[in-house]
Nanobody, 115 residues
Framework: EVHLVESGGGLVQPGGSLKLSCAAS????????MSWVRQAPGKDLEWVSI????????IYSDSVKGRFTISKDNAENRLYLQMNNLKPEDTAVYYC????????RGQGTQVTVSS
């Protein structure tokens, strides 16, 4: 059974940074690409970033490109999202998801960007 647990969220001021972590178990982590998606209050799920199974190639949404960095540690079965220069519009619950798609995802971690 796929098990994904996100952590690292919190309250941060605009311009600040956070690093999210996702602990994965129940599947061969090194064999699958992984994504981060987010859901702001009252809005649909929004894709943020994806990284390939080897942790080499990554793609970002235009809204976070240049500010967020996704990484994958296959030895530790962990996925990360380094978020810099955070903006109020980044406020959302952030989920890690096992490819393909977003169906298999964790419970999420809340990120709030506010002064």
């Amino acid at each position: 059974e796929v098990h994904l647990v996100e952590s690292g969220g919190g309250l941060v001021q605009p311009g600040g940074s956070l690093k999210l972590s996702c602990a994965a178990s129940g599947f061969s982590f090194s064999s699958f690409g992984m994504s981060w998606v987010r859901q702001a209050p009252g809005k649909d799920l929004e894709w943020v970033s994806i990284i390939d199974s080897g942790g080499v190639n990554a793609i970002y949404s235009d809204s976070v490109k240049g500010r967020f960095t996704i990484s994958k540690d296959n030895a530790e079965n962990r996925l990360y999202l380094q978020m810099n220069n955070l903006k109020p519009e980044d406020t959302a619950v952030y989920y890690c998801a096992k490819s393909p798609g977003w169906r298999e995802r964790g419970q999420g971690t809340q990120v709030t960007v506010s002064s």
